[in-house]
């Protein structure tokens, strides 16, 4: 079985940094993290691979949002920069065999999700 599991939301202030790390047992998978807002279907965030060395990112949060990872501790870093009142959202993480892309469907394993409201 493997565990994928988020930590750091909570409550962030407009233009602030939020970092939301994320943790999976077992090998080094693709990961990426994806978020869902109230009302909103969930929408592709960044992704990485399993080495760390290529990235990928949803066009409309480019140069906000930031994703690394710390191979030795099998873990993946997402840093929000000038947080923005829509960036509130649940934040999930998930793990994939075969890509670090946008496609919900092609992730194995997804963690339980933590909130990130954003006040102004």
């Known amino acids: 079985q493997v565990h994928v599991v988020e930590s750091g939301g909570g409550l962030v202030q407009a233009g602030g940094l939020l970092r939301l790390s994320c943790v999976a047992s077992?090998?080094?998978?693709?990961m990426a993290w994806f978020r869902q807002a109230p009302g909103k279907e969930r929408e592709f965030v960044a992704g990485?691979?399993?080495?760390?060395?290529?990235?990928s990112y949803a066009d409309s949060l480019k140069g906000r949002y930031t994703i690394s990872r710390d191979i030795a501790e099998n873990s993946v870093l997402l840093e929000i920069h000038s947080a923005q009142l829509d960036d509130t959202a649940v934040y999930s993480c998930?793990?994939?065999?075969?890509?670090?892309?946008?496609?919900?469907?092609?992730?194995?394993?997804w963690g339980q999700g933590v909130q990130v409201t954003v006040s102004s």
């Open positions: 998930a793990a994939s065999i075969v890509t670090w892309k946008s496609d919900p469907h092609l992730y194995d394993y």
């Open positions: 077992g090998r080094l998978y693709h």
């Open positions: 990485i691979s399993g080495g760390g060395g290529q990235t």
